[in-house]
Nanobody, 127 residues
């Protein structure tokens, strides 16, 4: 059974940091691109960051560039999202996702490129 399980969410004050983790199992994702998305209440799910399997391609939404860092440890089957200088507008449920297709250096933004999704972890940033 394929599973992506996010952890590390919580409540933090503005300016603080959190590190999200996404542990994968049930399938090898070492050649999959991995992404993080978020959905705020009443809004659509938005792209946050993505990383190619080789880590040669990293992509970030403009709203998080310079504050968030995506990384992966293929030996541990885990992808991370380090979030610094958090703002109240970062409040959302954060989801990790993996592609079924193996790409060389592509880290997709469209969510329909991703076949596997976690259940999400809540991040709340207070002002």
């Amino acid at each position: 059974q394929v599973q992506l399980v996010e952890s590390g969410g919580g409540l933090v004050q503005a300016g603080g940091s959190l590190r999200l983790s996404c542990a994968t199992s049930g399938r090898s994702f070492s050649r999959s691109a991995m992404g993080w998305f978020r959905q705020a209440p009443g809004k659509e799910r938005d792209f946050v960051a993505a990383i190619s399997w080789s880590e040669t391609t990293l992509d970030y939404a403009d709203s998080v560039k310079g504050r968030f860092t995506i990384s992966r440890d293929n030996a541990k089957n885990t992808v991370y999202l380090q979030m610094n200088s958090l703002k109240p507008e970062d409040t959302a449920v954060y989801y990790c996702a993996a592609t079924r297709t193996y790409y060389n250096n592509y880290a997709p933004r469209p969510d329909d490129e991703y076949a596997y999704w976690g259940q999400g972890t809540q991040v709340t940033v207070s002002s």
